[in-house]
Nanobody, 122 residues
Framework: QVQLVESGGGLVQAGGSLRLSCAAS????????MGWFRQAPGKEREFVAA????????YYAESVKGRFTISRDNAKNTMYLQTNNLKPEDTAVYYC???????????????WGQGTQVTVSS
């Protein structure tokens, strides 16, 4: 069983930054790609970023490219999302998930965290 726990969300002004974390339990973390997703009120969940098992490749949604950075520390069983230059439209619940597919562009997921709220004020 895999458990994922997000943290680091909060309220920030436009232009600000937050660092989100996703802590994973279990011994399989370093064997899988991981991803970040988000869901804004009244909208469907959308892909944000993904990273391969060793951090060698990353992939981003166009809306966050150049502003967000995904990374991971396999020794700590933790994945991160550094969010910079935040905009009000980035307001959403952010989720991390384990990715079992090999294609980051179309990530297939199995385990999910409970989410962390990010609110960006204008």
């Amino acid at each position: 069983q895999v458990q994922l726990v997000e943290s680091g969300g909060g309220l920030v002004q436009a232009g600000g930054s937050l660092r989100l974390s996703c802590a994973a339990s279990g011994r399989t973390f370093s064997s899988y790609a991981m991803g970040w997703f988000r869901q804004a009120p009244g909208k469907e969940r959308e892909f944000v970023a993904a990273i391969t098992w060793n951090g060698g490749r990353t992939y981003y949604a166009e809306s966050v490219k150049g502003r967000f950075t995904i990374s991971r520390d396999n020794a700590k069983n933790t994945m991160y999302l550094q969010t910079n230059n935040l905009k009000p439209e980035d307001t959403a619940v952010y989720y991390c998930a384990r990715v079992w597919s090999t294609q980051l562009q179309t990530p297939r997921t199995d385990y999910w965290g409970q989410g962390t709220q990010v609110t960006v004020s204008s």
